[in-house]
């Protein structure tokens, strides 16, 4: 739904931008402001399956939009915005894992939206995977690496220039973790 999806975004948007011109830090602004209003939307909704997936985008696509317009560095956007989702879905273990990396696509989806650096993007998805790696019962290098390849997923729809760009920021040492790769991401383009 259009409506659904500009609101939610809007929202999300609008809240990051209030509390940061209200002297707010990004990071608090942009996990609180995720967090509860996805907590929210799917509490509200009762959503469940791909309609979680697609308010976990919106929500996404709004703080990096928030981030963008006051200017905010959106590595720290990003970190936030997958700390923010993992609170309001409260999923652990695999699921999170899935969330972690569709969440990861869609930051970097917005990100390269905004004209925003994608590598900034890209690192800052990882240690937000890291940081709430403990809180949802699995590894840190487990959770960087769902994050990795959903950023690469994410870049690969924006094009080669984004994916290498990405690759090459998912592929270093990230908050003392290496993000490994099951099999190596491959793009549209790549054999």
Not at 155 to 177: F, M
Request: proline share 1%.
């Amino acid at each position: 739904m259009p409506t659904e999806k500009s609101g939610t975004m809007e929202t999300v948007k609008n809240g990051i931008v209030t509390a940061v011109k209200g002297g707010g830090d990004i990071a608090k602004a942009t996990v609180d402001t995720v967090g509860n209003t996805l907590s929210t939307t799917l509490k509200d909704a009762g959503k469940v399956g791909t309609s979680a997936t697609e308010a976990i985008g919106h929500v996404a696509g709004g703080a990096i939009q928030g981030a963008a317009e006051v200017g905010a560095h959106l590595g720290h956007a990003a970190k936030a915005t997958v700390v923010g989702v993992l609170r309001g879905t409260k999923q652990v273990g695999s699921e999170a894992m899935d969330t972690i990396g569709h969440t990861a696509g869609a930051v970097i989806h917005h990100t390269a939206a905004v004209g925003g650096k994608l590598e900034h993007a890209a690192t800052g998805l990882v240690e937000g995977a890291v940081e709430s790696a403990k809180g949802i019962g699995v590894s840190a290098e487990d959770a960087a690496s769902a994050a990795a390849h959903g950023a690469l997923k994410g870049a690969d729809k924006v094009g080669s220039t984004a994916l290498e760009t990405v690759r090459h920021a998912v592929t270093q040492t990230i908050s003392g973790v290496k993000a490994v790769l099951k099999e190596p991401f491959k793009g549209k383009g790549e054999k």
